[in-house]
């Protein structure tokens, strides 16, 4: 494997990264770490927050979208002639797949509902 490719795969997963950290940033989210506040679910229970997370978890998915939409046409295309090359391409996709879902959802989980 190239040191190029492996080079896109971890640009890719940096930009993936902030670009999902970004959007998923919750309001008062600094605040954890003060005066009895020790988790995302303190934050959500404690402050009233404008919830975005309708908007902004699909928007930051059509803006990943392509990127991953090359990493898939690629890996299909290079499977027979480079099993690992493939491979990496598809982790890639999945670490963010999996990031993109844990930072909009899965990290509020086990929040109970608040209702105001």
Known sequence: MKIINIFICVVFILFSTILVGCFSTIDYEWTIGE????????????FVIDDDRILTAPLCFV?????????????????????????SY???????????????????????????
Request: with cysteine; proline share 5%.
């Open 35 to 46: 005066k009895g506040i020790n988790t995302v679910c303190d934050v959500v229970n404690t």
């Open 63 to 87: 803006f990943l979208l392509p990127f991953m939409a090359a990493f898939v046409v690629r890996s299909v295309k290079r499977f027979p002639e480079n099993k690992l090359k493939a491979v």
């Open 90 to 116: 598809w982790v890639t996709v999945g670490f963010s797949i999996a990031y993109w879902y844990w930072m909009f959802f899965g990290r509020f989980i086990a929040c109970p509902l608040v209702t105001y």
